[in-house]
Every structure is written in C-alpha cells, then in structure tokens.
C-alpha cells in the first residue's frame, strides 16, 4: 500500500487491553477488529495487541464470555494501555487499582479509556486538564466529580496522549479515527468498507468528519463501475462538478488522486476475486476493467507485491 501510505511510518503498534469482570464484548472487538482488518487490507503488522487483566486471572465479559488473558497488568508496556471495565464499575474504584494504573500509564505512550473506563482514568488523575468523554449516561456525575477534567459530550475524544470514548459503537469510530491518524484516511476508509460500517445506503461509506458529499458520490460511481471503468471526467460530469473539483476534493480527503483511488478499488475486488473463486486470471482482469491479464497482473504485483496466481496459491485455491 506504499501509494496510499509514503508519508506514514509502517511500525507496529502494540495495544495493551486491561479487562476487568463484566466487560463489554461488544466494545472490545469494536476496538480490536478495525486494527486487525488494517493488517489484513495493509499485509501488514501495522498493530499488535494483548489482554490482560489486574492479575493475570480470566475474566468474564457481561454476557459470559470468559477471555483467558495473556499475562497480568504489571508485566505489559507498549504505545497504548486500553483501560475497559465497563459494568460495574464502581466497584473498582479503589486505591489499588489507581495505584495500579498509574504505574502501568508510565510504562504506555498513550492512555485510552472505553465506555467507563474514563472513571477510572480520572480517578488516578490521568485525565486532569485533558478533555475527555464517558458514557453518557454517566455524564453529569463524571463532570461532577472530576471538575479537573474537561468533560465534553462527544462520541470519542483524542487530546494528545489521552484517549476517550462513550461506549460500545463510539469504540469503532475511535479505532477509525486511530487508523486515519496513524495511516491515512484511505485505510481507515477501506477497513470500514470490509466491516461494513455505517451507511447502509452508501457503497463505500467514509469514517471522516466532513464526509464530502461529492467525494462519497464519486467513490459510488467507482464502486458501481469497476468492469467498465469511466473517465475521472466522466464521473464528474455524473455526479455535476468538474474534473479538477473532483481531484482537488480527493487530495483534500484522501490525500491521493480520484485516479489512484479508482485503481485501488480495482485491484481490491480482483484481490478479493484470486483469493475467493477459481476464475482465471484473465477473467479477473475482465471482471476488473483490464484490456488483458498481462495488464492487470503488473499492476496487482505493483500494489500488492504478488501475483494473482502468488496470492491464489497462498489461499490453497
């Protein structure tokens, strides 16, 4: 993915999951998921994580599912401590769980809280003069007893090290917007296509705040020509705009060209075609809007660093 990428450093990012008791299971793969679809699209380690817990011991999410965690809190350091309680949290209010996430805040470059894990952030002091957010439900009485914190009622929030969300849902579009971050927004983009984020009615839905309509409308006319590519022209001219608009409303958002994107989603689906059916290589290049499979092929190993028949091979088809 170089061309999407150049300008972003490929280094693995580890993630350190601190579970307690009645977790929510929803909101954790809603954070882990995105980051491991980023290394499926990327073929990269772009981020590694762990679970844990305070003493290394199982615990059981709210609806009983038991995770058996990698190790315990004290023994993990990395870029990012995810603090994730959830339920119940009230109860691990106490001084040795603050003693013990401030010790591990200091072996982490960032601090995440999930849905109430900001509780427990704020109670070690690690969210002081930080904007943040918590479930809102437990909006008021977080304000209320943490008057340091800079409370705001958002879905998620990044400031600086300090990372926040309200709950479940909000943990996706945190993971998205720490995939466009570290990775551009074309990732981010391509992992909520996979995951089917949001937008039903979209085609190839935009995890971004100004979501440009326009460049949303020229990525569906993409997506629903890619056997019988159109000019960049032409989709302007569809979707009532010019073609410079279009190019200069891609290098604002994507921070790419229409015409890369357009290549890319391309040679995704043909990706998707070698990997999934028994279709020659021609008939993939034909499905996918090349003269011939020749054509195709240089392009794919370009983007890709395989061939179809490399990456075929590699699926056992």
Partial sequence: MAEYHAEFEILSQRYNVLL??????????????????????????????????????????????????????ADQRGDCLVVMPSYGYL?????EITCALLTAARRHKQVAGLDTGSWLLARAGLLDDYKATIHWDELTRFEEAFPAVDVVRERFVMDSDRLTCSGAMAAFDLASALLQRDHGPLLSMEVAHLLMSRGVATRYPLPMKSEDTLVNRALTEMQENLETPLTIQKIARKIGCSQKRIEVLFQAELRTTPQAVYKRLRLNLARRLAEETTHSVAEIASRCGYDNASAMTRAFRAEFGQTPSEVRAQVGL
């Fill in 20 to 73: 307690f008791d009645d977790f929510s299971n929803h909101c954790l793969a809603n954070m882990i998921e995105p980051l491991r679809a980023a290394n499926t699209l990327s073929r990269q380690p772009l981020y590694a994580w762990r679970f844990c817990s305070l003493d290394g011991q199982p615990v059981h999410s709210s609806s009983d599912l038991f995770v058996t965690p990698h190790g315990a809190l």
């Fill in 91 to 95: 109860k691990l209010d106490k001084r």
